[in-house]
């Protein structure tokens, strides 16, 4: 009995929380300055936030270049932890990468062998 209490009020929180963050993506969208009522829905809302259509240092493995203005600041950064936090920070964390396998490994796939077998720790 009191399991499934626990699970209830999990669960309530967990829409809770879901349905702040649908507001705050909501309120602070570019959305909102839109004139076009039709264009306020959340569907380009989150299209906006999912799109990758992205331009910027470091996309597809693009060498990220630092301003001439900035090479002391980057010098300083380097001396922290012997690695360039500024071009770190420049870069985004949800960049897009190019596939860099071969074509034959392209055109595999590897769910049609991919089989869930007992625990082989639990045995040893």
Same mark, same amino acid.
């Given at each position: ?22 507001? #705050? ?8 300055? *839109? $004139? ?6 959340? &569907? %380009?809302?989150? +299209? ?29 950064? #380097? ?8 071009? *770190? $920070? ?6 897009? &990468? %190019?596939?860099? +396998? ?23």
């Amino acid at each position: 009995m009191r399991r499934l209490v626990y699970c209830k009020v999990v669960l309530a929180t967990s829409l809770m929380w879901v349905l702040v963050d649908v507001f #705050f993506l909501l309120y602070f969208s570019e959305c909102n300055k *839109c $004139d076009d009522k039709r264009e306020r829905s959340l &569907l %380009p809302a989150l +299209r906006a936030v999912i799109s990758r259509n992205q331009k910027g240092p470091g996309e597809m493995g693009e060498t990220v270049l630092i301003p001439k203005d900035d090479q002391e600041k980057m010098k300083e950064l #380097f001396k922290i932890n012997q690695f360039n936090l500024m071009a *770190c $920070d420049l870069t985004a964390l949800n960049r897009s &990468l %190019p596939d860099v +396998r071969w074509n034959d490994a392209r055109q595999k796939s590897s769910l049609k062998n991919f089989q869930i077998q007992g625990s082989h720790c639990a045995s040893s």
